[in-house]
């Protein structure tokens, strides 16, 4: 599984700095972000870890450029994606970030092919971009490309999803709890592919509740009430 050119020449895929969001209901206001920063370099896997309502998911949609922080930026690959129009953040996360949801990224009345041909238009032209055979060989499903998304088993759509967020070969990848619906022979095997990617020298950042995956990280970072404390 290779990771295609991209911008910036340092080290790292992912850096965020003192990040903060916070949400206004009625007179109260409730902090899900408190100043976290996190870096993460070529080649390593971070799993975040943390108690339901600690932010997780919160801090998973500011580094996606899904949500805007109220307080510091994100910059992926060398390109900020906080504080920019929706239409740009759109276009920067659909070429430079790879993105593994729990509730799936497979649209239902596409084939497991088309699926990946649809994720690699969104990011324009320009790049080399895999092709969804090779993508779905490398995830275990060569013989799976002609199929709907509601013909296959929990462990294939887990694997077909990850076929989709690395349809553009982007740099980093966000997943959010991505063996939650799995048993343990597909988790161990969406494992192996997390780190094959970290291998060739991509970033990833792992939201889950899973031992075995925070294991499998290079790194753990433990979100307690918006704030990165001691793993």
């Not at 295609?4 to 206004?24: I, K, M, N, Q």
């Not at 922080?69 to 910059?75: F, K, R, S, Y």
């Not at 740099?171 to 291998?199: I, K, M, Q, S, W």
Request: glycine share 12%; with cysteine.
């Amino acid at each position: 599984m290779g990771v295609s050119d991209r911008a910036g020449d340092g080290g790292s895929v992912l850096e965020a700095r003192d990040l903060y969001r916070f949400y206004h209901a009625e007179d109260d206001e409730t902090f899900a972000l408190r100043g976290v920063s996190l870096i993460v370099e070529k080649g390593e896997i971070v799993a975040v870890i943390g108690p339901s309502g600690s932010g997780k998911s919160t801090l998973l949609t500011c580094l996606a450029g899904l949500d805007e922080p109220d307080g510091g930026h994100v910059v992926v690959a060398g390109q900020r994606i906080t504080r920019r129009p929706e239409a740009t953040r759109a276009q920067l996360r659909a070429r430079w970030i790879g993105m593994l949801l729990q509730s799936g990224n497979l649209l239902e009345h596409l084939t497991v092919a088309q699926n990946i041909r649809a994720a690699q238009s969104l990011a324009g032209t320009g790049g080399q971009r895999p092709e969804p055979g090779k993508l779905l060989a490398q995830v275990g499903l060569g013989h799976r490309a002609s199929a709907r998304p509601r013909t296959l088993s929990g462990g294939e759509a887990a694997r077909a999803g990850l076929a989709v967020a690395l349809a553009n070969d982007p740099p980093l990848l966000l997943a959010d709890e991505p063996t939650g619906e799995v048993d343990t022979d597909n988790e161990r095997a969406l494992l192996e592919l997390f780190r094959e990617r970290a291998e060739a020298g991509g970033g990833l950042v792992l939201v889950t509740h899973s031992e075995r995956v925070a294991d499998s990280a290079d790194r753990v970072l433990r979100l307690v009430d918006g704030r990165i404390v001691d793993a």
